[in-house]
C-alpha cells in the first residue's frame, strides 16, 4: 500500500482501524477521507462487498473533500456557545483576569500609541513635490568675483575660473586659467603685493593658496585638523613685510592667522565670543571680514548674528582682542566695508538695512530698504564733487553730497533674478558675478556723480537714501567734508542704483567701469534736495545696457 | 480603573483612531470597541496576514521578528501589533492627511 500517501488529508487511517473522526476546528477547511487505491483484489469501490472482508484484502479509503467554511464566529472553547451572551462576557472577563493579557496589553498599547501619535504627527504619504519639477542644480550660490591688480579678475563658483579683463584682453568669453581647489571656494583674494598668488577660503575650511604661474592646482592647502570648520567666509591679506600673510574668517566663531608660507597651521587663532571668554560655545560665526590697511592691527568682522566685532589683533590678553562690538542688524552682515578716506566710519550691509556708524558712535545714517536685498556695497575711492564753478553751497548739501559719496550700495538684483556681488576694486574694473555664474564687468560711464546725477537718471532709485535718521556729524568731519568736496574730483556715478560700482578715482573721463542704470521707475522720492547750477554732468555711455530692475515690494521709504 | 482600560481607551482617545479590537490567539475579541461581527471579521482575516507577514520575516533573516504591521489602505490604515504568545491588538485608524 504505497499509494495514496502522496494526498493531502488531515486524517490517517491506519491500515486495519477505522479512519479516525476528523476533529471539529475552526480551520477553514472540514476534511473527509475518501480515496480509491491500494490493492484492490475486487474492485475499486471500498463500498463493494466481497468475498474478503474489507479489512484484511482493501487498504482503508480515506475520502477527501475540501469546503470552504464561513468562519463566522470561532475559537470559543468548546463548552462556550458563542451565541449566549452571558457565556462569552464570563469568558471574556475571566481572560482579562490574566495577568499575563494584563502585561501583554500594556506592553502593546505603548507600542500601537507610538504609532498613532506617528500617524497623527505627519502624513508621510502626502504628495509633497508633485507639483514642482526639478529644479537645476545651479553651481555654488555666489560668485564671487574679485579684482586683482591688473587687469585679470576672477570670480569663484564651485569651481574657480578666471577671466581677464575683457577691455584688455581679446577673448573675454574663455577663461584664461582655471583654478581648481579641492572643496568649492566661498571665498577668494588677490595678494595685494603679488598679483599671481591668491588666497582662497573653502567650504569645508580649508584655505588653499594659488599661484598663477603654477597652474592650476593650489600650491598648499591647509590642514583639515587645524582649519576652520565651517565655510571660510571672508579671507584678506595682510599687510606685512613679506607679503604672505593673511587671515580668514568663517561661521564657526573663529578667527585664523595664516602665513602661506606654512598653511599647516594658523600662526594666531582668536574666538568670536563677545563675552570675551574665548568660549567657542559662545562664538558668533563670522560672515565677513574687514581689514584696512592703514589700521594694520584692527580689524572688523560682520557675524551672521548681526553683531560687528571689532578687534585688536595686537592687544596683550585674547579677552582684549576684541574692543567693542556694534549691534543693530536683525540678521547675518553681508557686507561690511570701511570708509576709505576717513576709516572711522565704516558702512555695514544686512538684512535690507545698511548702517553706517562711527566707531564710536552709532548709526550716523540708516537706510532701510525693506525688500531689497543688499549684497555688497562698496566705496567710492573718490569722493566729494566735481569742481564747481559754483563755489558756494549750503552746508547741508555738501554733507549730503560727501555723505553719499562715501558709499554706495551695490544691488544686483538683475532682471533675470541673478545675485551678483561686486567688489570694489583695486583695479580699475568692478565686476559683478551672477548665480547663474556668469559674471559681467562693467564699464562705466563716463559721468560725475553729482547729487543731480541721481535725479538725471529717468526715474532712478536713490535707494539707499533713506536719510531720516541722521545724527550730527562732527564739527571736524565736516570740515574735512567740505574741504575735500571741493578738492577733489568725483568718480563715480550715482550710487544705489543697482550695479554701480565705484570709480577708480580717475578724472571723469577716464573712469572706467560701469554704472547700471537702473531703468525702474523709482518709488522711493529722491529725499535730498537737488543742488541746482552748475552740477550737471553728462552720463557716459554705459558699456552694459543690462538694466538692473530694482525689485522691491513696498515703497522705499524717503 | 484596570490600566488595560486606560490603555485601550488612551489609544481610543488619540485623534484619527476608529476602533481598537483585542485579539487572543484563538482568534477571540477580548475587548473591543467596534461591533462583534466586525471585529470578529477583522480577527479572523488579520490573524492568517500577521502570520503570514511574521514568517516571511523570519525567514529573511531568523533572527529578526516582527514587531508592527501597517496596512494603508485608500480610506483607513489598520495597525497591528502582534505578540506571538497569545494576544494581539488591532487597531483601524484613519488615515491622516
Same mark, same amino acid.
Given at each position: 500500500?504505497?499509494?495514496?500517501?502522496?494526498?493531502?488529508?488531515?486524517?490517517?487511517?491506519?491500515?486495519?482501524?477505522?479512519?479516525?473522526?476528523?476533529?471539529?476546528?475552526?480551520?477553514?477547511?472540514?476534511?473527509?477521507?475518501?480515496?480509491?487505491?491500494?490493492?484492490?483484489?475486487?474492485?475499486?469501490?471500498?463500498?463493494?462487498?466481497?468475498?474478503?472482508?474489507?479489512?484484511?484484502?482493501?487498504?482503508?479509503?480515506?475520502?477527501?473533500?475540501?469546503?470552504?467554511?464561513?468562519?463566522?464566529?470561532?475559537?470559543?472553547?468548546?463548552?462556550?456557545?458563542?451565541?449566549?451572551?452571558?457565556?462569552?462576557?464570563?469568558?471574556?472577563?475571566?481572560?482579562?483576569?490574566?495577568?499575563?493579557?494584563?502585561?501583554?496589553?500594556?506592553?502593546?498599547?505603548?507600542?500601537?500609541?507610538?504609532?498613532?501619535?506617528?500617524?497623527?504627527?505627519?502624513?508621510?504619504?502626502?504628495?509633497?513635490?508633485?507639483?514642482?519639477?526639478?529644479?537645476?542644480?545651479?553651481?555654488?550660490?555666489?560668485?564671487?568675483?574679485?579684482?586683482?591688480?591688473?587687469?585679470?579678475?576672477?570670480?569663484?563658483?564651485?569651481?574657480?575660473?578666471?577671466?581677464?579683463?575683457?577691455?584688455?584682453?581679446?577673448?573675454?568669453?574663455?577663461?584664461?586659467?582655471?583654478?581648481?581647489?579641492?572643496?568649492?571656494?566661498?571665498?577668494?583674494?588677490?595678494?595685494?603685493?603679488?598679483?599671481?598668488?591668491?588666497?582662497?577660503?573653502?567650504?569645508? #575650511? %580649508?584655505?588653499?593658496? !594659488? $599661484?598663477? @604661474? *603654477?597652474?592650476?592646482? /593650489?600650491? &598648499?592647502?591647509?590642514?583639515?585638523?587645524?582649519?576652520?570648520?565651517?565655510?571660510?567666509?571672508?579671507?584678506?591679506?595682510?599687510?606685512?613685510?613679506?607679503?604672505?600673510?593673511?587671515?580668514?574668517?568663517?561661521?564657526? #566663531? %573663529?578667527?585664523?592667522? !595664516? $602665513?602661506? @608660507? *606654512?598653511?599647516?597651521? /594658523?600662526? &594666531?587663532?582668536?574666538?568670536?565670543?563677545?563675552?570675551?571668554?574665548?568660549?567657542?560655545?559662545?562664538?558668533?560665526?563670522?560672515?565677513?571680514?574687514?581689514?584696512?590697511?592703514?589700521?594694520?592691527?584692527?580689524?572688523?568682522?560682520?557675524?551672521?548674528?548681526?553683531?560687528?566685532?571689532?578687534?585688536?589683533?595686537?592687544?596683550?590678553?585674547?579677552?582684549?582682542?576684541?574692543?567693542?562690538?556694534?549691534?543693530?542688524?536683525?540678521?547675518?552682515?553681508?557686507?561690511?566695508?570701511?570708509?576709505?578716506?576717513?576709516?572711522?566710519?565704516?558702512?555695514?550691509?544686512?538684512?535690507?538695512?545698511?548702517?553706517?556708524?562711527?566707531?564710536?558712535?552709532?548709526?550716523?545714517?540708516?537706510?532701510?530698504?525693506?525688500?531689497?536685498?543688499?549684497?555688497?556695497?562698496?566705496?567710492?575711492?573718490?569722493?566729494?564733487?566735481?569742481?564747481?564753478?559754483?563755489?558756494?553751497?549750503?552746508?547741508?548739501?555738501?554733507?549730503?553730497?560727501?555723505?553719499?559719496?562715501?558709499?554706495?550700495?551695490?544691488?544686483?538684483?538683475?532682471?533675470?533674478?541673478?545675485?551678483?556681488?561686486?567688489?570694489?576694486?583695486?583695479?580699475?574694473?568692478?565686476?559683478?558675478?551672477?548665480?547663474?555664474?556668469?559674471?559681467?564687468?562693467?564699464?562705466?560711464?563716463?559721468?560725475?556723480?553729482?547729487?543731480?546725477?541721481?535725479?538725471?537718471?529717468?526715474?532712478?532709485?536713490?535707494?539707499?537714501?533713506?536719510?531720516?535718521?541722521?545724527?550730527?556729524?562732527?564739527?571736524?568731519?565736516?570740515?574735512?567734508?567740505?574741504?575735500?568736496?571741493?578738492?577733489?574730483?568725483?568718480?563715480?556715478?550715482?550710487?544705489?542704483?543697482?550695479?554701480?560700482?565705484?570709480?577708480?578715482?580717475?578724472?571723469?573721463?577716464?573712469?572706467?567701469?560701469?554704472?547700471?542704470?537702473?531703468?525702474?521707475?523709482?518709488?522711493?522720492?529722491?529725499?535730498?534736495?537737488?543742488?541746482?547750477?552748475?552740477?550737471?554732468?553728462?552720463?557716459?555711455?554705459?558699456?552694459?545696457?543690462?538694466?538692473?530692475?530694482?525689485?522691491?515690494?513696498?515703497?522705499?521709504?524717503? | 480603573?484596570?490600566?488595560?482600560?486606560?490603555?485601550?481607551?488612551?489609544?481610543?482617545?488619540?485623534?484619527?483612531?476608529?476602533?481598537?479590537?483585542?485579539?487572543?490567539?484563538?482568534?477571540?475579541?477580548?475587548?473591543?470597541?467596534?461591533?462583534?461581527?466586525?471585529?470578529?471579521?477583522?480577527?479572523?482575516?488579520?490573524?492568517?496576514?500577521?502570520?503570514?507577514?511574521?514568517?516571511?520575516?523570519?525567514?529573511?533573516?531568523?533572527?529578526?521578528?516582527?514587531?508592527?504591521?501597517?496596512?494603508?489602505?485608500?480610506?483607513?490604515?489598520?495597525?497591528?501589533?502582534?505578540?506571538?504568545?497569545?494576544?494581539?491588538?488591532?487597531?483601524?485608524?484613519?488615515?491622516?492627511?
Amino acid at each position: 500500500g504505497c499509494s495514496g500517501r502522496g494526498r493531502a488529508s488531515s486524517v490517517q487511517s491506519t491500515r486495519y482501524g477505522l479512519p479516525r473522526q476528523p476533529a471539529a476546528a475552526s480551520q477553514a477547511a472540514a476534511v473527509r477521507s475518501g480515496k480509491g487505491g491500494g490493492l484492490h483484489l475486487f474492485g475499486s469501490d471500498s463500498c463493494s462487498v466481497f468475498s474478503m472482508p474489507p479489512p484484511q484484502v482493501n487498504t482503508e479509503r480515506v475520502e477527501v473533500e475540501s469546503r470552504g467554511v464561513n468562519h463566522v464566529e470561532g475559537g470559543w472553547p468548546k463548552d462556550i456557545n458563542p451565541q449566549e451572551v452571558e457565556q462569552t462576557i464570563r469568558f471574556r472577563k475571566k481572560v482579562e483576569k490574566d495577568e499575563n493579557y494584563i502585561n501583554t496589553v500594556m506592553h502593546l498599547g505603548a507600542l500601537m500609541e507610538h504609532c498613532v501619535k506617528q500617524n497623527n504627527a505627519i502624513n508621510i504619504y502626502e504628495e509633497y513635490f508633485g507639483e514642482e519639477e526639478m529644479a537645476e542644480l545651479a553651481g555654488e550660490d555666489r560668485s564671487a568675483p574679485f579684482l586683482g591688480e591688473g587687469e585679470k579678475w576672477g570670480c569663484s563658483p564651485s569651481g574657480l575660473c578666471f577671466f581677464t579683463h575683457p577691455f584688455l584682453a581679446e577673448n573675454p568669453n574663455k577663461p584664461e586659467l582655471v583654478l581648481k581647489p579641492s572643496s568649492p571656494l566661498v571665498c577668494l583674494e588677490y595678494n595685494p603685493k603679488d598679483s599671481h598668488v591668491l588666497v582662497g577660503g573653502c567650504y569645508n #575650511g %580649508q584655505l588653499a593658496y !594659488w $599661484d598663477t @604661474r *603654477k597652474g592650476g592646482l /593650489p600650491v &598648499e592647502v591647509s590642514t583639515v585638523e587645524v582649519s576652520h570648520r565651517d565655510p571660510v567666509y571672508g579671507a584678506v591679506w595682510l599687510q606685512s613685510k613679506t607679503g604672505t600673510e593673511c587671515f580668514s574668517a568663517s561661521t564657526d #566663531g %573663529q578667527v585664523l592667522w !595664516w $602665513d602661506i @608660507r *606654512k598653511l599647516s597651521e /594658523p600662526t &594666531e587663532t582668536l574666538v568670536l565670543d563677545i563675552t570675551r571668554k574665548g568660549l567657542r560655545e559662545n562664538a558668533l560665526g563670522a560672515v565677513t571680514l574687514e581689514f584696512e590697511p592703514t589700521m594694520p592691527t584692527k580689524f572688523m568682522v560682520g557675524t551672521e548674528q548681526g553683531i560687528v566685532i571689532a578687534c585688536n589683533r595686537k592687544a596683550k590678553t585674547p579677552s582684549e582682542k576684541i574692543t567693542s562690538t556694534y549691534s543693530g542688524h536683525h540678521g547675518p552682515i553681508y557686507a561690511l566695508s570701511r570708509n576709505p578716506f576717513y576709516p572711522k566710519v565704516f558702512l555695514t550691509v544686512g538684512d535690507w538695512t545698511m548702517f553706517e556708524r562711527e566707531t564710536k558712535r552709532e548709526k550716523i545714517l540708516e537706510a532701510r530698504h525693506r525688500e531689497m536685498r543688499l549684497k555688497e556695497r562698496a566705496r567710492s575711492e573718490g569722493q566729494g564733487t566735481e569742481v564747481e564753478e559754483r563755489p558756494v553751497e549750503s552746508p547741508q548739501e555738501v554733507l549730503d553730497r560727501a555723505r553719499r559719496d562715501f558709499f554706495e550700495v551695490i544691488e544686483a538684483e538683475l532682471q533675470r533674478r541673478v545675485r551678483a556681488e561686486t567688489h570694489r576694486p583695486r583695479g580699475e574694473v568692478p565686476g559683478t558675478g551672477g548665480t547663474g555664474g556668469d559674471s559681467l564687468p562693467w564699464r562705466r560711464g563716463r559721468g560725475s556723480a553729482s547729487a543731480s546725477q541721481l535725479q538725471n537718471h529717468a526715474g532712478e532709485e536713490a535707494a539707499a537714501k533713506g536719510e531720516e535718521s541722521q545724527l550730527p556729524r562732527d564739527e571736524e568731519e565736516e570740515e574735512d567734508a567740505k574741504v575735500s568736496a571741493l578738492q577733489l574730483r568725483v568718480a563715480f556715478p550715482p550710487p544705489p542704483c543697482w550695479g554701480c560700482c565705484s570709480s577708480c578715482g580717475e578724472a571723469p573721463g577716464r573712469a572706467r567701469g560701469v554704472s547700471a542704470c537702473v531703468g525702474g521707475g523709482s518709488r522711493v522720492p529722491d529725499p535730498t534736495p537737488a543742488p541746482s547750477a552748475g552740477a550737471v554732468a553728462e552720463t557716459g555711455p554705459v558699456a552694459r545696457t543690462e538694466t538692473l530692475a530694482l525689485v522691491t515690494d513696498g515703497p522705499l521709504p524717503s | 480603573m484596570s490600566p488595560v482600560e486606560e490603555t485601550l481607551k488612551r489609544i481610543q482617545a488619540h485623534k484619527g483612531v476608529i476602533g481598537t479590537v483585542v485579539i487572543n490567539a484563538e482568534g477571540i475579541p477580548i475587548r473591543t470597541t467596534l461591533d462583534n461581527s466586525t471585529s470578529v471579521q477583522y480577527a479572523g482575516l488579520l490573524h492568517q496576514l500577521t502570520m503570514k507577514a511574521r514568517s516571511t520575516v523570519r525567514d529573511i533573516d531568523p533572527q529578526n521578528d516582527l514587531t508592527f504591521l501597517r496596512i494603508r489602505s485608500k480610506k483607513h490604515e489598520i495597525m497591528v501589533a502582534p505578540v506571538y504568545e497569545n494576544i494581539t491588538i488591532y487597531s483601524p485608524c484613519k488615515q491622516m492627511c
